[in-house]
């Protein structure tokens, strides 16, 4: 199973644009990558998600690399409440079902 | 507005009760999923289920079984709770398509 390495921690200035590594080097060919957040005490939230293409919307921007060995995540214009622990998965079909794996993440402080 | 509920945000058993963490959606989703989070550890997958009545496991199922009785209700059910699982439970679903998952709030339970 293809799995993600992402740093454990990130600042940046309000703002200012947030760019969020990660690697998933093992990825295979069908395999898409996601992003979630998840902002203190509440569940994890949708971001973004892309094959091999960019992709853009009104949250966030995704750059896969060609080789698809790594993306970044960027947030335009970071906000306060943009601070949260970020997790880039790779989605691994399995018998007809989803089931995607979530790492530790990444905590992003966004400073005022 | 789509939504996962999940019964009662926050529990106290005490070792040995039987436990039931119930999840509801409203999506007509096919997948959905059991997690736990406990810190430095990230989100865990302990169940999911692709269908009615069927159920996989995920990484950490030991101490625990859950039902599809229906499509739109999923159960965790900890038989004989201890303390080591004292944690923040999430449930989420997906369709089977786009694979991006919708969180309930979480279910803070200890065990004392």
Known sequence: DAKTTQPTSMDCAEGRAANLPCNHSTISGNEYVYWYRQIHSQGPQYIIHGLKNNETNEMASLIITEDRKSSTLILPHATLRDTAVYYCIVRRPQGGSEKLVFGKGMKLTVNP | ?112
């Open chain 2, 1 to 112: 507005d789509v939504k996962v509920t999940q019964s009662s945000r926050y529990l106290v058993k005490r070792t040995g009760e039987k436990v039931f963490l119930e999840c509801v959606q409203d999506m007509d989703h096919e997948n959905m999923f059991w997690y736990r989070q406990d810190p430095g550890l990230g989100l865990r997958l302990i169940y999911f289920s692709y269908d009615v009545k069927m159920k996989e496991k995920g990484d950490i199922p030991e101490g625990y079984s859950v039902s599809r009785e229906k499509k739109e209700r999923f159960s965790l059910i900890l038989e004989s709770a201890s303390t080591n699982q004292t944690s923040m439970y999430l449930c989420a679903s997906s369709d089977r398509v786009a694979g991006e998952l919708f969180f309930g709030e979480g279910s803070r339970l200890t065990v004392l």
